[in-house]
């Protein structure tokens, strides 16, 4: 089974810098790779599809990027709104595997 | 209300069954792979079954042999019995589709078992 790896599992940064979140895979996969926001109490919104394609609706401060085993989540400039646990998601050939997940608090 | 929508979560029994559903808008078109995930309070998420395009099914190793997915077609439904519920079962069940180049999320259901 393929494998995700998040990194950092958490991090803080200050208001307006640029954060990023690497997911790394264990073996190379057509790029069905989703990315995820939760705030605490609430339900995981997709933010990112497909790698790099961003739902409707959600900041264009979000950007995904990567292919094969490696993946980037990139937030250009930190709001306070974005603290959250973020999470990465392989959802081609079962398991459909997620990653540990990247908490992002606001130094 | 969004593109998918569950339904089917109670309080029950360890060693009851409950069967959730999931139902999809009609602009989830086709057959489209679907999947159910799970959080357990104050874990991750964890994926449980999947079903392909083709009819394939697929199960975590947690729940392999308690659990079945299944979907109507006519109904744009997607299923999932449980079996022998146990207490780490509980948690509140996604449902998730990939489909026409799209990817899709659910609200999600609370499944609650005690003991």
């Known amino acids: 089974d393929i494998q995700m790896t998040q990194s950092p599992s958490s991090l803080s940064a200050s208001v307006g810098d640029r954060v990023t979140i690497t997911c790394r895979a264990s073996?190379?996969?057509?790029?069905?790779l989703a990315w995820f926001q939760q705030k605490p109490g609430k339900t995981p919104k997709l933010l990112i599809y497909a790698a790099s394609t961003l739902q409707s609706g959600v900041p264009s401060r979000f950007s995904g990027s990567g292919s094969g085993t490696d993946f980037t989540l990139t937030i250009s400039s930190l709001q306070p709104e974005d603290v959250a646990t973020y999470y990465c998601?392989?959802?081609?050939?079962?398991?459909?595997?997620f990653g540990q997940g990247t908490k992002v608090e606001i130094k | 209300e969004g593109d998918l929508v569950e339904s089917g979560g109670d309080l029950v029994q360890a060693g009851e069954s409950l069967r959730l559903s999931c139902r999809a808008s009609t602009f989830i078109f086709g057959n489209p792979a679907m999947s159910w995930v799970r959080q357990a309070p104050g874990k991750g998420l964890e994926w449980v079954s999947a079903i392909s395009e083709g009819g394939a099914t697929y199960y975590a190793d947690s729940v392999k042999g308690r659990v079945i997915i299944s979907r109507d077609v006519s109904k744009s439904t997607l299923y999932l019995q449980m079996n022998s519920l146990r207490v780490e079962d509980t948690a509140v069940y996604y449902c998730?589709?990939?489909?026409?180049?799209?990817?899709?999320w659910g609200q999600g259901t609370l499944v609650t078992v005690y003991s």
């Open positions: 998730a589709s990939r489909g026409g180049g799209k990817y899709y």
């Open positions: 073996q190379d996969f057509d790029d069905f």
């Open positions: 998601q392989k959802y081609y050939h079962a398991p459909w595997a």
